[in-house]
């Protein structure tokens, strides 16, 4: 059972994170009109955002209720109040935390549900404010480029931690750093020299963008931070609160979903990357006018929410039966597998250099998996010492 659950988490993460890699690479480039005579990018990325999010919170939703136990609450279905776990002797311990919270530096707020939740809208602003940036970088790097630089959350996610909560790592994990800083600079110096100067679409598909390497680059850095910012502190709630990665799925979802609608509602002014559609017009108002006047975007944008609704849930089922490390492996060969789908499918041509430059990104990656299958496998050794003295008293 444990491997047919296996097969098929594992083939629900390739399976709809491929298909919403090749919808959201589609939805980078112009659609043509009604009338056939002109093409447009879409310029709504808070539309895409809020289609996406208010579709994962749904199938969070209803998963989580459909895995409901019978005696739980309301509340604690949704991770709202802390369920005590038993004593040693199976007595409940009353709400209360004994030993547990003094090892903690602020127990007064760990189960919280103020708290969590503001952790949760912090997420969720965070996932809202990256969106943009890396829709952005689509119309001045490769999709292949942008996967290669998404493969390297490592990178903001250790940087972040640091800043915003203090973490120390261990010494392979700068190893890893380097190598994937290394990988990255490869594959963007390493490009023909001849696709640097055609021209890149400008919203109208005409005229030049000088150094769209950079600003392509630029955007997706300030994405990898806010994605970083947004690991670290799902890795402090986890920390702090008691809650499975189902729930975490449906709050930062909603919370998602509520920003982008209200931002998406308000006439807001231009803005580069973060609102770029008409100024005093809401986006909600462009993108439906978008949709009406060129229909051939409606497929790849349910592809897009529809898939990536569903592939949270494999990422979080993956999570909850097998661990963090096969996580990694999947997510790791699945990157993979995207980047050479987009290539196959849309024809991006990659230099020798380049392709050097993602084999050292992805050893990078793979020696974090090595190191962490060997600390699992020592944590495990441990557990297992403890259990067996424990029987033995």
């Known amino acids: 059972m444990s491997f047919i659950r296996l097969i098929v988490c594992v083939s629900g993460v390739y399976a709809m ?48 209720l459909l895995r409901r136990k019978s005696t739980n609450t309301f509340a604690q279905t949704l991770g709202l109040e802390h369920i005590e776990p038993p004593t040693s002797n199976g007595a409940a311990t009353n709400g209360k935390v004994h030993h547990q919270e003094k090892h903690h530096d602020k127990p007064s707020t ?17 996932i809202t404010s ?39 790592f261990a010494p392979h994990k700068y190893l890893v750093v380097f190598m994937v800083t290394a990988g990255i600079t490869i594959f963007m110096g390493m490009g023909d020299d001849k696709k640097k100067t055609k021209s890149h679409g400008n919203g109208n598909g005409n005229g030049q963008v000088p150094y769209a390497n950079l600003i392509g680059i630029s955007y997706l850095l ?18 702090r609160h008691k809650v499975t990665g189902q729930q975490m799925m449906f709050w930062i979802n909603i919370f998602c979903t509520l920003l982008t609608s209200i931002l998406s509602v308000l006439p807001l002014p231009y803005i ?3 609102h770029p559609s008409d100024g005093g017009q809401s986006e909600l108002a462009g993108a439906l006018n978008f949709v009406r006047t060129h229909p051939s975007i409606i497929t790849p944008l349910v592809q897009f929410a529809l898939t990536g609704a569903l592939g949270q849930l494999f990422i979080f089922e993956t999570l909850q039966h ?3 490390l096969t996580l990694v492996t999947i997510t790791l060969t699945r990157k993979l597998f995207t980047m050479l789908l987009s290539v196959v ?19 990078g990656i793979s020696v974090e998996a090595f190191v962490k299958r060997k600390d699992v496998h020592a944590k495990r050794v441990v557990q297992e010492k403890e259990k067996a003295k424990l029987k033995s008293l």
């Open 110 to 126: 760990r189960y919280s549900s103020k708290s969590l939740l503001l952790r949760y809208l912090q997420c969720s602003v965070f």
């Open 222 to 239: 300030i994405n990898l931070a806010l994605d970083g910012a947004t690991n670290s502190t799902q890795d402090e709630i986890f920390t």
């Open 322 to 324: 097998f661990g963090s």
């Open 272 to 274: 580069p990357v973060i």
């Open 17 to 64: 994170f491929l298909l919403w890699a090749i919808a959201q690479e589609r939805l980078s480039v112009p659609f043509k009109s009604i009338d056939g005579k002109t093409s447009e990018k879409f310029k709504s990325p808070l539309f895409m955002g809020t289609c996406q999010s208010a579709l994962s919170s749904l199938s969070a939703l209803i998963y989580i």
């Open 130 to 168: 990256a969106a943009p940036f890396g829709f952005a970088a689509l119309s001045y790097i490769s999709y292949p480029a942008m996967v290669l630089g998404k493969s390297c959350r490592l990178v903001p996610v250790m940087i972040m931690n640091v800043f915003l909560y203090r973490r120390k």
């Open 345 to 363: 499918i849309y024809n991006h041509k990659l230099t020798g250099g380049q392709w050097l430059g993602a084999a050292v990104v992805f050893a």
